[in-house]
């Protein structure tokens, strides 16, 4: 199947393995680019010496196309008043287990936009492309990515963010539905449950080709080749998938997360965890954070708070698990052998 995305990419399959942060590998994405789709490396939260490390780790691996992740959300707002509530709430979960309650909140990872020595890397290094989660990256950086040949895709989750990231320059958009697992990318409001489902998804992508000319990723519950059919139907020139792999042997997720997923597990959005509306599988951590009363501190402050009694519990299911409204079909199998099964299942719809 020939698309846009295949052509620019150089790929046999309209498929992107999505950047999963805590959960992809280099390894993955390899695997994912040795066999014809496009693997991504999640750098959003390494520090700069760990993004070029898990570079030049997937360099090592492929000689094919890499997308290389980032995260460019809006600085949070570091406020020990304003988070006081929300810590004071979680202080006895820590207490239960005997640790220390954090008493502020640390930013644990800037936007990219923040973070210069993390352009550095990317232009030495060189990905094809980069892609962008939160919003989109300030005008000289989207400068810089053009002047090095370096490709641009970024996630929109309604026409309003498309039509606001298509004049900022980026090449790709990756139209992404409520049901996505992970953090929703939305950055002009909540995301949109008009966009969850299959026909949810679908009409995204209908409405947002019919405003604008850049090519259009879909992504959001998106777990066989049928459903990557549909979305091309609706005039995606691909899919971006993220849960469909995190049950590959590469990936990092654990035992647990890999049982429940296969278990038929449902997911939830909440924003407790992180500090942004994300969606998780519906497990002991998903329940607590859905308990909470007090406003959660911006992401990614929250998120540190959370990690660390994540951290303090250790019981595998108090545990972050992203998955999408596709989780009960997943399938546990190498990523090669996925997109084999992806590609047969494509062809035949
Ligand atoms: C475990 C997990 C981690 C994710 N981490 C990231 C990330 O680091 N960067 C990003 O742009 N998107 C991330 N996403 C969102 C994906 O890019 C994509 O929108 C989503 O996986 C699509 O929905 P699906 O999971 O139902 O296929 C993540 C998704 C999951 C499931």
Redesign the pocket.
Known sequence: MVTRLTDLFGLKYPIIQ??????STPALAAAVSNAGGLGSV?L?ALTPAAAARALKEIFALTSGPVVA?LFVHRAPRVDAQLARPFLTEIAPAFESVKAQAPESVREIYPSFNDDDDMLEILLDLQPTAV?L?FGTATASRMRAFKQAGIMVLA?ATSVAEALALEETGVDFLVM?SY?????S?AFLGPPDLATAGGAGLSKLVRDTVAAVELPVVA????MTGRDVADVIAAGATGA?????F?ACPESLASDRYCELLLSGAPTRLTSNISGRPARSLVNELLLWADGLAADPPDYPLCYDAVKQLVAAKQNADFSVM?????ANMSRRLPARELLTVLAAELADA
């Open positions: 999505a950047p999963m942060a805590g959960v999640a959003g992740n892609s989660h996630t992404q049901g996505a697992g992970g953090h990318g992504a959001g519950g998106l971006q998938m993220g849960t469909a995190i992203w998955a999408g409204e596709g």
